[in-house]
């Protein structure tokens, strides 16, 4: 299987920045996408920014101009650069990866999830 660990998360005033990373590790045969979504309270998970395999980026149209997805190959590790933060930014942000894991006995492809990290942009 595949872990997932988030780390950046964190307080920043209105118009910060914020850094999020998030590697991956296991028994990784391919990760062909990796990404971020968040989740504010009440609503529903959306997606923020994926980059796949081949660097293909898609943003969600509510951080284009703001925010910067970028990868790392070598250490399968996904970046999300986060400027000109606003208020409605605020939401637990939950690193996602569409990958191929070795099971023992057979290759399997699944959604995995990192545990989420808290960010918060307030004065």
């Known amino acids: 299987q595949v872990q997932l660990v988030e780390s950046g998360g964190g307080l920043v005033q209105p118009g910060g920045s914020l850094r999020l990373s998030c590697a991956a590790s296991g028994s990784i045969f391919s990760i062909h996408v990796m990404g971020w979504y968040r989740q504010a309270p009440g609503k529903e998970r959306e997606l923020v920014a994926t980059?796949?395999?081949?660097?293909?980026?898609n943003y969600a149209d509510s951080v284009k101009g703001r925010f910067t997805i970028s990868r790392d190959n070598a250490r399968n590790t996904v970046y999300l650069q986060m400027n000109s933060l606003e208020s409605e930014d605020t939401a637990v942000y939950y690193c996602?990866?569409?990958?191929?894991?070795?099971?023992?006995?057979?290759?399997?492809?699944?959604?995995?999830w990192g545990q989420g990290t808290q960010v918060t942009v307030s004065s």
């Open positions: 996602n990866a569409d990958a191929t894991a070795y099971i023992t006995t057979y290759y399997r492809r699944s959604i995995y």
């Open positions: 980059i796949t395999s081949g660097g293909s980026i």
